[in-house]
């Protein structure tokens, strides 16, 4: 297994406002994800956090919107750029140990007023 | 049509009593399945993952049908701490794809 440790935990942000939420594993991973959680919803593939290289984007999801660095193999940020109420969601952090098994970290939960 | 489809419950059962649910995937090309479990306000966790020959973690029994593609989750002597949603989840190529989830409630 992997420990995966999420910060922000949560955070109230203003529309307009950037957030970056970090994410940090107990072991060198090649492959980190994140994911975004919508109230009531399931999750949904933001992009793949790639160690070296341009993170790999799901359709519906842009760099503009949502950079991401992975400047080592053991972490990775993600932020959430010109923040809307409609970004108000858990985001969450994973990773792929051996086996084709994902851990998640624990969430950031995230409020746009 | 949604990669991963679940029913969304809820289940309402007695301790004691058993549970079981579907969930139906529309990639055939999908190469791994996993339950996850997610409780209110947490993130998902691991609950097993699921093989071509069925099986069985404790009281879980998970079961997968390609040719159908189906997964289902049985859960036996459920217990208060077994409520909770569960994610039926499909991988290929690395990424997956989540149900909905599936909401257990276990009253005493």
């Known amino acids: 297994s992997a420990v995966i440790s999420q910060k922000p935990s949560r955070d109230i942000c203003q529309r307009g406002t950037s957030l970056t939420i970090q994410c940090q594993v107990d072991s060198q991973v090649t492959m980190m994800f994140w994911y975004r959680q919508q109230p009531g919803q399931s999750l949904t593939l933001i992009a793949t956090a790639n160690q070296g290289s341009e993170a790999t984007y799901e359709s519906g999801f842009v760099i503009d919107k949502f950079p991401i660095s992975r400047p080592n193999l053991t972490f990775s940020t993600l932020t959430v750029s010109n923040m809307s109420p409609e970004d108000s969601s858990i985001y969450l952090c994973?990773?792929?140990?051996?086996?084709?098994?994902?851990?998640f970290g624990e969430g950031s939960w995230l409020t746009v007023v | 049509r949604k990669e991963v489809e679940q029913d969304p419950g809820p289940f309402n059962v007695p301790e004691g009593a058993t549970v079981a649910f579907n969930c139906t995937y529309s990639?055939?090309?999908?190469?791994?399945f996993f339950w996850y479990r997610q409780d209110c306000r947490k993130e998902p966790k691991l609950l097993m993952s699921v093989y071509s020959s069925g099986n069985e973690d404790g009281r879980f029994t998970a079961q997968l049908n390609r040719a159908s593609q189906y997964i289902s989750l049985l859960i036996r002597d459920s217990k208060l701490s077994d409520s909770a949603t569960y994610l039926c989840v499909v991988e290929k190529n690395y990424k997956l794809s989540f149900g909905a989830g599936t909401t257990v409630t276990v009253r005493a």
């Open positions: 994973s990773v792929e140990v051996s086996g084709n098994t994902i851990y």
């Open positions: 990639n055939s090309a999908s190469q791994s």
